[in-house]
């Protein structure tokens, strides 16, 4: 099951809806003929979220309603977290959007026992996204949000660190301290930075362009400037400098965690 729950998120991640909806509906088939369905903690939450993105909210509920009553009652927390992510998915597919955040919260929690740190950040990322579809203005779900982004990014999971901090940006207002761009020269720019680490994490420009919510054009002009800037002539040199980057920074080896692990 795991296998499959990252060609799941690795489709999801590259919106290809269709593709993520096909491998949850062969994974499910899978899970059916074994009845084993305690295995279907680690991807029952992915396969309704595929479903519902790919429109397929009826075969959503379908998945939920056969986890649900396979493992009743849940027999861990794994379970329980992961069946309240799917009532959750299915909640913000009827656009009731605020039993949606109190869903994802309780399933952080719930992850955050077991403990499962990174789907609990990805769960409270969730649950923001849902109260700030509400009120765009939600302060509590704006830190809530950044404080995610953080988490993530001390786990090591860089590419969905930067997938947050994109959607954290543009709600938040940081007042210039002087007019004009700084001007860094020789050194990389925070942007620059960013592109930088994921391109050195293996992703393509398209890919960064979606997580970071900029044009293909821009991220290789990005990209372009930092090889330049490093002195290094390809993506595998970039990938060492990344790697000497997280290091003496102190923190975990970079990993692009977000499309090749769950959510």
């Not at 009120?135 to 982004?149: E, R, Y």
């Not at 860089?158 to 959607?167: N, Y």
């Not at 290094?232 to 400098?241: D, E, T």
């Not at 102190?250 to 692009?256: I, L, S």
Request: with cysteine; glycine share 6%.
């Amino acid at each position: 099951m795991v296998t499959s729950t990252v060609r799941i998120r690795l489709a999801l991640a590259r919106e290809d809806h269709a593709a993520a909806c096909a491998e949850a509906s062969a994974a499910w088939s899978r899970l059916r003929g074994k009845a084993i369905w305690a295995w279907a903690a680690e991807v029952a939450p992915w396969a309704v979220t595929a479903a519902v993105r790919a429109g397929r909210v009826s075969a959503a509920q379908q998945m939920a309603t056969e986890f649900t009553v396979g493992v009743t009652p849940p027999h861990s927390s794994l379970v329980a977290a992961a069946q309240r992510w799917c009532r959750a998915a299915l909640a913000e597919a009827r656009d009731d959007l605020v039993g949606a955040a109190d869903d994802y919260r309780a399933c952080a929690d719930l992850y955050a026992a077991v403990p499962r740190p990174y789907s609990a950040n990805l769960a409270t990322e969730a649950a923001a996204a849902c109260s700030l579809a509400v009120d765009a203005s939600d302060g509590a779900a704006i830190q809530q949000l950044t404080n995610a982004a953080g988490h993530l990014a001390e786990l090591g999971a860089a590419w969905d660190a930067s997938r947050v901090r994109a959607r954290v940006r543009p709600l938040v207002t940081v007042p210039s301290t002087r007019p004009g761009r700084p001007a860094y020269r020789d050194c990389l720019s925070p942007r620059e930075h960013e592109v930088a680490h994921l391109a050195g994490q293996g992703l393509t420009n398209r890919e960064i362009a979606t997580t970071l919510h900029l044009s293909p054009r821009t991220v290789e002009h990005h990209v372009a400037n930092a090889m330049r800037k490093l002195s290094v002539s390809s993506r595998r040199q970039l990938h060492s400098w990344a790697a000497l980057s997280e290091a003496s920074s102190g923190g975990p080896g970079p990993r692009a965690a977000g499309p090749a692990t769950p959510r």
